[in-house]
């Protein structure tokens, strides 16, 4: 079986596909005899240890799990808890317990309440009702503020570079990120509100939606809404993830000011704010 890694340029769909899912594996915590086992079997290629070396080298500045991974000895299992919830279609809620129980110190309720939905999730809640998706924020106007420079977009462009069709972008990006990146510690998180609690939305029933990526970074907990075209598509989205807000507020007793919502794809990431509230 001969080496993919050390004769290809690391532009080919080929090689690409197989070395990310080699970083994947390793930062999901494989040693690498099971890494490459894994890259055999599905790739029919094989890998040298430098070569891993060497692709995690390569994108140590947008994967910044890697610095946990160096500290950590872990396995997959024990790390990243999931569980499929049939809320009118498909959701794969996922945290990430390693980075959870690091970075939640100043945000307890935000563990609390991702260990309850995951053991106590009120499914009927989500059956029926408004969703954030399709709702709106009245008498509130957003703006957005760009920031090209922010890691999420490369980690949405490598991640990417994984999917076959555009039916695989959205749980993609998301898995790469919870396995990659060093700040995001959940995704398809359900999250909901009861009329009681948003009088101003005159809800009937209780609202719900599932927020896309959730992260802690910089002392503030991130919102993030994965959407192509991110820059065309403004209403809905930023309706959407200040509603995500709204409820995620409530659900972890978090204040609002502490929380930041924002949207995203491979080439753009906007946070939203009500007109004239600007975040530092």
């Known amino acids: ?18 070395a990310l899912n080699a970083l994947i594996l390793y930062n999901s915590g494989l040693t690498f005899n099971d890494v490459r086992e894994k890259i055999r079997t599905e790739f029919r290629e094989d890998i040298l240890e430098e070569e891993l070396f060497s692709i995690i080298d390569c994108h140590k500045d947008v994967c910044s799990f890697l610095k946990y991974r160096k500290k950590f000895t872990f396995l997959p299992k024990d790390t990243i808890k999931e569980k499929l919830f049939y809320h009118q279609q498909k959701y794969l809620f996922k945290f990430h317990s390693l980075k959870l129980n690091k970075l939640s110190k100043n945000f307890l309720g935000i563990k609390e309440y991702l260990l309850d ?92 939606g599932h927020i896309d990526v959730l992260q802690i970074k910089n002392n503030k907990v991130i919102i993030l809404d994965y959407k192509p075209d991110v820059r065309y598509n403004k209403k809905s989205s930023d309706n959407q993830v200040f509603l995500y807000k709204m409820a995620l ?3 972890t007793g978090i204040p609002q000011e502490n929380i930041k919502c924002a949207c995203f794809d491979d080439n753009d990431y906007f946070e939203v704010v009500k007109n004239h509230e600007i975040h530092y």
């Open 1 to 18: 079986m001969r080496s993919l890694f050390l004769n290809n340029n690391i532009n080919n769909d080929y090689y690409s596909a197989a």
């Open 117 to 208: 939905v995951y053991n106590n999730c009120p499914e009927q809640l989500f059956m029926d009702g408004p969703r954030c998706s399709n709702s709106v924020v009245p008498s509130v106007s957003f703006e957005r503020i760009r920031d090209e420079d922010n890691i999420v977009i490369p980690l949405a462009k490598l991640a990417l570079r994984l999917a076959k069709n555009n039916r695989e972008r959205h749980p993609i990006v998301q898995n790469f990120m919870l396995v990659n990146d060093n700040e995001t510690i959940a995704v398809e998180v359900p999250v909901y509100l009861y009329p009681n609690e948003a009088p101003e939305l005159e809800l009937k029933s209780a609202l719900s």
């Open 249 to 251: 507020s409530k659900r």
